[in-house]
């Protein structure tokens, strides 16, 4: 028998339950805290005693930043100059060494950054490591004092096993399934817009994309249309001739792609052509959530509608699946936004629009559970890439006043302390 396991489902029921969020529930914890240490100051005193022989005082302190020291940076393809660099900003504003590890899939970038990049910063103190798996897997040997990772939940697995080796503390900017919930009392030909621009920006290969719109089957017939009209207006009659769309990094994740295309049905484009690898913007219906399409992070241009009931409904399949990076609610209601917002979790949020939440330098960015863990951007960046060192500095003198820390203990100096 488990002796943890009724404390802890009990906690994890309250959890659930919202019971420790409202900000009165908080303040009244930290109230009986407060209470705990004053009423119980002397039998605290004579426990600490017994176990320690100690006690402490300390005067004033202050946090200083400084660089972990050596830093590997890893990026993903899908933006290849964006997620290389801003990480790099962070990293050498901290006073950081970097070594950057670029993604092989994105060749041409890769080679720019491993051959012209090195000559704009000091050669000794920046390193590109171009390559692959095999590469990563060697850098990875050795030890770091810090690792930013930005790619697939599954690598992510593997750079936390190779930096715990070395006890090397991370931040995982990981991908997943970013839910959609889009609520009967809104504009449909709006909600389309914005969804369709965010899907299908840069071909749906962007980690923060809608990967599923949640809604009533009523929502969804008033937005078929609406989004056909959308993917119109930005692609043209014929999406595979627009400028604007572009096609799947490589032949891998094109028959991946082209795999998912055959879940529920198609209700708008699913045309592809291998030789080009395009794949028009899709939209799927009557999908259901066992299917490939609901398992895994999609990463392209299909977008898959899930019907629900309620309000509620879409908020326990939220919560049924790992915590995503994103998480989107449109309504015209803000309660049922906020209702969202307060009842599931998510690297970020944002309502009635599609990330442009992460285009504010005065926002974190970054995963929570499944899809990763710490965040940067803007004054986040150089925290993320820098150590804070507690520090506590005391004058050499005054030790009359100090010395009545020192053993050994009478009442009277524990009455002090
Ligand atoms: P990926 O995980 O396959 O690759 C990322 C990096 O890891 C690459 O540099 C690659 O060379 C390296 N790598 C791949 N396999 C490895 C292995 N076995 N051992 C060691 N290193 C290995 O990811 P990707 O396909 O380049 O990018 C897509 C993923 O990245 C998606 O899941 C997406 O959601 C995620 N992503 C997240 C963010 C974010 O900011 N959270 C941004 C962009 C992309």
């Not at 990981?174 to 899907?199: E, H, M």
Request: glycine share 8%; with cysteine.
């Amino acid at each position: 028998m488990d002796p943890f396991a009724d404390t802890l489902r009990r906690l994890r029921e309250a959890f659930s339950a919202g019971r420790t969020r409202p900000a009165e529930f908080r303040a009244a914890q930290l109230r009986g805290l407060g209470r705990f240490l004053q009423e119980h100051k002397q039998l605290l005193q004579e426990a600490l005693a017994q176990d320690l022989h100690k006690a402490t005082q300390l005067d004033s302190a202050f946090i200083r930043k400084e660089p972990f020291g050596l830093v590997l940076v890893i990026a993903p393809w899908n933006y290849p100059v964006n997620l290389t660099l801003v990480p790099l900003v962070g990293a050498l504003a901290a006073g950081n060494c970097v070594v950057l590890k670029p993604s092989e899939f994105s060749r041409s970038t890769e080679k720019v950054l491993a051959e012209v990049l090195p000559r704009y910063v000091d050669q000794s103190c920046f390193a590109v490591v171009p390559g692959g798996p095999q590469e990563t897997g060697q850098l990875l040997e050795h030890k770091f004092d810090y690792i930013f990772f930005t790619g697939s939940p599954r690598v992510g697995r593997i750079v936390m096993s190779a930096a715990a080796k070395h006890l090397t503390p991370v931040t995982l900017e990981l991908g997943g399934k970013n839910p959609c919930y889009v609520d009967d009392d809104c504009d449909p030909q709006t909600v389309a817009n914005r969804l369709a621009w965010f899907r299908y920006f840069n071909t749906g290969q962007t980690c923060v994309a809608p990967d599923y719109v949640l809604c009533s089957p009523d929502t969804q017939e008033r937005l078929l249309p609406a989004l056909q009209s959308a993917i119109t207006r930005f692609y043209g009659e014929d999406p595979r001739s627009s400028p604007n769309l572009g096609r799947i990094i490589s032949d891998k994740h094109f028959q991946r792609l082209r795999g998912l295309l055959g879940c529920g049905r198609v209700a708008i484009g699913g045309q592809s052509d291998e030789s080009e690898r395009y794949i028009a913007p899709t939209v799927l219906v009557d999908v259901e959530e066992t299917e490939p399409v609901m398992q895994e992070e999609i990463f392209g241009p299909i977008l898959p509608i899930v019907n629900v009931r309620s309000l509620d409904e879409a908020i326990d399949f939220i919560n049924r699946r790992e915590k995503p990076l994103a998480l989107y609610a449109f309504s015209n209601n803000k309660q049922v936004v906020k209702r969202v917002l307060a009842q599931t979790s998510s690297g970020s949020f944002c309502g009635n629009d599609g990330f442009m939440h992460l285009t504010l330098d005065s926002l974190p960015f970054g995963g929570v559970g499944a899809s990763g863990m710490g965040s940067y951007h803007g004054k986040f960046s150089f925290d993320t890439f820098s150590h804070h060192r507690a520090c506590l500095l005391r004058c050499p003198g005054m030790e009359k006043i100090y010395s009545i820390r020192y053993p050994p203990y009478s009442p009277r100096k524990l009455r002090v302390l």
